[in-house]
């Protein structure tokens, strides 16, 4: 859900940016079709991008813990002296 209100609100930052570098003082219909359209893809696109990137960095944190854990073992099994 914050990813879709997130997608939303930089869908309307991305349109108002395009419209005001489009000439905000002549408005025209292929100004505000293209400003549209850029609002709207950013809209899309954007939660999307998001969740993959929140994936990876779930995943990344994981995989250091498991390499923290396996790190630890194996300082723990060389410390041990032979039976």
Partial sequence: MIRRIS???L????F???????GL???SNPNLALSLL????????????????LVRRVRQRR???ID???????AEQQNKPPV
């Fill in 16 to 22: 108002l940016l395009v419209y005001w570098l489009s």
């Fill in 68 to 74: 923290r854990e396996v790190q630890k073992q194996l």
């Fill in 7 to 9: 997608g939303i609100v």
């Fill in 25 to 27: 003082g002549t408005p």
């Fill in 38 to 53: 850029v609002g709207l893809v950013v809209a899309l696109i954007s939660p999307w991008i998001i969740g993959l990137l």
């Fill in 63 to 65: 995989q250091d813990e």
């Fill in 11 to 14: 869908g309307v930052i991305a």
